[in-house]
C-alpha cells in the first residue's frame, strides 16, 4: 500500500497557475505509475494526467492538454502537476494516485482543493 500526501491547492483568479505536489510513502514510488483525478461538483471523477513508472511516458485529458505538466522525482518519491492558464471549469477537489503492477489505480490521497475564481 501506498500512503499519498497532495499539497499546493487553493484559490487563484482565471489565468493563473498552481503547482499541485503529491508525496508518496510506502511501495518505492518508481515501480508504478501515477495520476492526478479530479472531481468537480456534480460531476464524475475524470482523469487529468498519468505518468509511467518511470516517467517516460505521459497523458492527458484533452480538457487539460496544453496547460497541464505531470512529473516525478523518483528519488523523492513525488510527483507534481504544474497547472497554467487556468479556468474556472478546472474548479475540483484535485487526487493523487497510485497503480499496482497491472495498472489498476488502488492507492488515492485524500485530496487538495483547487478554485479558479473568473
Known amino acids: 500500500q501506498v500512503q499519498l500526501v497532495e499539497s499546493g491547492g487553493g484559490l487563484v483568479q482565471a489565468g493563473g497557475s498552481l503547482r499541485l505536489s503529491c508525496a508518496a510513502s510506502g511501495r518505492t514510488s518508481r515501480n508504478f505509475a501515477m495520476a492526478w483525478f479530479r472531481r468537480a461538483p456534480g460531476k464524475e471523477r475524470e482523469r487529468v494526467a498519468r505518468?509511467?513508472?518511470?516517467?517516460?511516458?505521459?497523458s492527458y485529458a484533452d480538457s487539460v492538454k496544453g496547460r497541464f505538466s505531470i512529473s516525478r522525482d523518483n528519488a523523492k518519491n513525488s510527483i507534481v502537476l504544474q497547472m497554467n492558464s487556468l479556468r474556472p471549469e478546472d474548479t475540483a477537489l484535485y487526487y493523487c494516485?497510485?497503480?499496482?503492477?497491472?495498472?489498476?489505480?488502488?492507492?488515492w490521497g485524500q485530496g487538495t482543493q483547487v478554485t479558479v475564481s473568473s
Open positions: 494516485a497510485a497503480a499496482d503492477s497491472s495498472g489498476v489505480f488502488v492507492d
Open positions: 505518468i509511467s513508472a518511470n516517467g517516460g511516458f505521459t
